[in-house]
């Protein structure tokens, strides 16, 4: 049987509850008590990944056979658990501030994402999702990213997707056809 997986994926800023840590932190859990999830996926740039990297990072010490699994982009570069405590010290000094990094397990590059160019972030999630199992979103809705003009010649403006919403669509539709299960953690708790 192969080897469980879950990807995190979610809008750069969120609203950090106690139900959201909590909800988080049980459906954690569960997936690596109750389904047997072994490998955690992450992007980047996202406070929602940054959150859940936490929380995993502190299972990690009660299920240590867990593995955190960066997925990079060409202009990022995960830091290896054994390398953590070095380079902290290293940009410390350097930028005479206390650094802490997130550290990964493992990292997973790609040709098909090195080579998307700006839509490396779709490429990217799309990736995630496809390796999974199981899919943890931080999806609103409701949220709209800037309006953006369409070109230098042309001024009408345009309502571009979300990442996140791209990449939740994506999920959704995935699920339906290879039993990939889709939790958003934004819609099991908020209220409006």
């Known amino acids: 049987m192969a080897e469980k997986r879950c990807c995190f994926i979610g809008h750069r800023t969120i609203t950090l509850t106690d139900e959201l840590v909590t909800n988080i932190k049980n459906i954690i859990c569960r997936l690596i ?9 992450f992007g980047s740039r996202s406070e929602f990944d940054d959150l859940c990297h936490r929380i995993v990072t502190d299972y990690q010490k009660e299920y240590p056979h867990i593995v955190r699994a960066a997925y990079t982009r060409r202009s990022e570069y995960a830091v290896k658990k054994d390398e953590k405590e070095r380079m902290e010290k290293s940009w410390s000094s350097l930028l005479k501030t206390d650094v802490k990094l997130k550290d990964y397990d493992a990292e997973v590059q790609s040709d098909r994402v090195y080579s998307a160019g700006k839509a490396s972030y779709v490429e990217r999630n799309q990736e995630m999702i496809d390796a999974s199992d199981y899919c943890i979103f931080y999806y609103n809705e409701a949220y709209q990213p800037p309006q953006r003009k369409r070109a230098n010649r042309d001024l009408t403006s345009y309502q571009p997707k ?3 919403r791209i990449a939740y669509e994506y999920a959704v539709q995935k699920s339906k056809k290879n039993d990939k299960i889709v939790i958003n953690t934004f ?3 908020e209220t409006d």
Do not use: H, P
């Open 187 to 189: 819609a099991s708790y």
């Open 162 to 164: 979300s990442g996140t």
């Open 33 to 41: 008590v109750d389904e047997g999830v072994k490998y955690f996926l």
